[in-house]
């Protein structure tokens, strides 16, 4: 982390060749630093990623109302990260998302706030993801002819609303597995798997950490 502070960098992920660095999930300009040849996945139609959040969405809704509040401190492998702070994340960034639409630069520091103090029980987390699919609701009812191709400010540089959409859509996908991991640690099985038919298209890491 101290290299990529004197590069200029202040988060992760990024790579990094001599003192030539990308910062941030952008595949084409990662593939042009290391010397290879990139072809973009096609994505989903903005509508269809919509859709298939929501669907993301409620599925957390229905994992973490499974969730014990005394199991909210488990934590995961990848990092020091508990169950509460990682299913509050889940939700959150969609907000974060909708708030970059609005204006807003999405910072490191905004993607990864803790759950305040009114969040912290497993209803509590999923009361609030409904609050989440409201407001991703009626951003979509009110601006569903905006055009794909926005730039929005984020910290790891400007992205098309479309590609931003897509992160937000496969990140919250990515946390739902987490989350069916957690149950099964705790002996429960997970309500309603989500099926890869609902994840078909996303841009899913095989591996879930």
Known sequence: MDRL???GLRSVPAVVVGERYVAGPKLKEIAELVGKPYQAQQKLPPEQIVQKLDVVLAALQRYIRQVPDDKLELKSPDRDRPLRRLSYHAFSLVDCFLETCAGIPLTHEALNAPPPDTVRTSIAIAEYGQGVR???EAWWDREHG??????????YGPQSLHDLLERTAWHSAQHSRHLVLFLGWIGLEPDGPLTPEDLAGLPLPDAVW
Request: proline share 6%; glycine share 0%.
């Open 146 to 155: 905006r055009s794909p191709d926005d730039v929005l400010e984020t910290y």
């Open 134 to 136: 409201q407001r991703l």
């Open 5 to 7: 502070v004197k590069l």
